[in-house]
Structures are given as structure tokens and as C-alpha cells.
């Protein structure tokens, strides 16, 4: 008889390829969810190590596709430097585990003071059970004058000259996601507002997005860009990127033509511009619009005066994942959108704005075994990470409060 790895028994499974929960059972070999069985079916198996999730909701781990943990977060949170900040990444990677998130979308974008490369950032977080992407990218922060910096030189300042087509390149072929590749508008990043003056400022003429684009294409690479303000996003979707990153302040005919030509949404609620951030109502537009749009925390990142619902919190680590959901999810709920569609934007959508549909966001036989069980649906039932009792990493418990 077979010998599973794994049972997963009498829970609420919520698959995400269904809006409705099936009270069955998970079977998991190597890592892979095998199978979805009647619970009396389950009874029958052997398996190396069985959950009773009487009680619980069973559904796929969650997805950040956009931080910034292995860099700035490493000097933000942890005051850090040198040879330290690999520890720092690791310690915010568990921080993820710790809240259900186990796939994360991250950046490394150059700082002016932390200088550790790509590289050995790609093998820090190879030694982590956490499914880790890196989008590799130029930043420009809004000072007084214009900061640049690049993955492809960590720990100084570059010019604008510095990013021609060769550097595009570079950062192309290293680059695993389309996250925030380029900044069509300079960051007010974590800076007080009087440090910033050209927070939200373009950086990038139409003539230079449509070739930096290009770039990417013709490398086999999609592209995502920091972008605020109407005007600027049109440039970006008039280029034919492919992720938009914030957003803030697009419109709804933009939305209409992200959707007509397949361009991603990663919304922040929360803040990550000098602009009033994502509204829930906005968010509703652009999934109305059919525009496949994920939540994502950009950890760490400090809380917009104008974001909507989330004055008691301050700043937003991966703790605060649920949290920043709440108001969005509550006005969709209300607005006609079932609580499994809400849910699709920190599962299903984001592993697809990764290009890991195939892989994750779902709990279906063949992909991985990527799962945690909570004490009912996230946000709707609870925002506390206490609620989330396991998380299941490639078919193995990696984190369990019960």
C-alpha cells in the first residue's frame, strides 16, 4: 500500500479554483498535492503524519509579490550593516513564514549604504524553505537632487547617465519577476515628506519607457515599474509593460486597456508614493474591469495619511499582510465579489503576476504543497497571524502553533 507523506483530514478546503469549500481531505507525496478525497476515503490511508484540521479552514499559503526585505528593510528594521544583512534577510523571511506567506516577490535595487550583491542575496534565500523571487532594479529617490541606485552597483549613488541600454540589459537578465525594474517616478520611499520634494517627479521620457521595455522583451523578460499618476501609467501601458506596480491614481479607462492588454496590477492600499494610495474602491474598478490585480504589503513600509481603514497602524512589515486587506476586501464583499475572489489577490493572482500559476496558488492536484490552516477565511474571520495554526512548506509543516 502506498505510503503517503502527508494527510491533511476533515478540513475546510478552500482550493481557490472553487468559490465554495469542500469538507475533504488533501493527500500530499514529495512535496506535491496528490489528491482531494472524501474524508472516509482519508481514514483508510497510511501516511507518515496525518492533521486533523476538524475546524479549520485548509487553503493555499499566501504570496507577497512585492518587499523589499533582503535590502532596505534589512537597514530600516534592523539597523544594520556589512556582513550582517544576510541575517536581517533571513529574520524578515521568518517573519513571512510566521504569517502564512511562504512565496515573496522581493527587490534589490541598489542602496546607498548596504553593498551586498545580488548574488549572495539569491543564495541566502536559497537556504530558506521560503520560495523567494528577486526583481532586479534602478531606483531614484525624490531628494533634492535626484538619487539614483542599482542592483547592479549596491552600497553607492549612480547617475542618470550611468542607466543606459547595457545597464537595462543587465538588469533584465538578472531579473526573476517583473517587480520594480525600473521607477518611472522617483520614490518618497520611507522619507519624511520635506526630504522628498520630487517624490512622484518622472524620471523617463515615452522614448526611453518604450526602449527600456524593449529591452526587456527582447530578452525574454517581462517588466514592472514603480509608477503614480495618470499621466505616467500611460506611458507605461502606451510602451507595453507588463506589471504596474502602485498605481496609484490611474483611472478607469486605464483600467479598461491594462485588461484589454493583459497588464497586471500590484496594488498597494497602504501607501508607496507621494500619491493618495490605491482606494477600495479603486481596486473594485480594476477587477471589474478584468484586470488581474494582487495586495501586496512592500514591507516595510510606513502608512499613507490619505490610505483608507488603516489609521491604527504605522508601519507595515509582513505581520500587517491581512491587515492592509481588510478595507478592500470588506467593500468588494459588500459590492457583489465572493470572500474565495477576494482572496485570489494574496494567492492565485499574485502567483501569476510571478508567472508561478503552474506551481502555486491553489490548492490542485500536481502543484506544490504550499498550504496553511487557519481558524477560519483570513481578513473576513480574522487579521491576526495567531489564527494562521500551520504552515505547509512543499508538503512539510514548517510552522505549527497547535
Known sequence: MLLWDLVIK???????????????SVLIKNGIISDIVDNETAETLDAREVIDATGLVVMPALIDCHTHLCEYATEGVHHIRGKSQTIAAISNYLDCLKSGITTIGDHHLGHPVLAAP???LKDTAQNTVL????????CCLGTEPLAYTSSLRPGGNLTLDDLDNSHFARLAVESEFPGENIFITATVANLPCHLVPNGGKRIFDSEDIFKIVNIFHLLGKKIGAHIE???????????GGDVVHHGHGANNGQFDE?????????????GGT??????PEDIYNALNAGVTTAIATDSYLPVHAKAVGLDDIKMVGPKDFLNICKPTFEYLNKHGVAK?????MITMNAAQI???????GSITKLKRADIILCKGLPVFDFTDTESITTVIKDGLIEFNRC
Open 10 to 24: 476533515n478540513g475546510h478546503i478552500l482550493t481557490m479554483d472553487s468559490p465554495r469549500e469542500q469538507y475533504k
Open 118 to 120: 545580488l548574488e549572495l
Open 131 to 138: 520560495n523567494i523571487k528577486f526583481a532586479a532594479g534602478m
Open 229 to 239: 499618476g495618470a499621466e505616467n501609467i500611460q506611458l507605461f501601458i502606451d510602451a
Open 258 to 270: 491594462m485588461a484589454r492588454k493583459n497588464i497586471f496590477l500590484v496594488a498597494t492600499p497602504h
Open 274 to 279: 507621494s500619491s493618495s494610495p490605491n482606494t
Open 340 to 344: 474565495a475572489d477576494c482572496l485570489k
Open 354 to 360: 510571478m508567472g508561478l500559476e503552474a506551481e502555486i
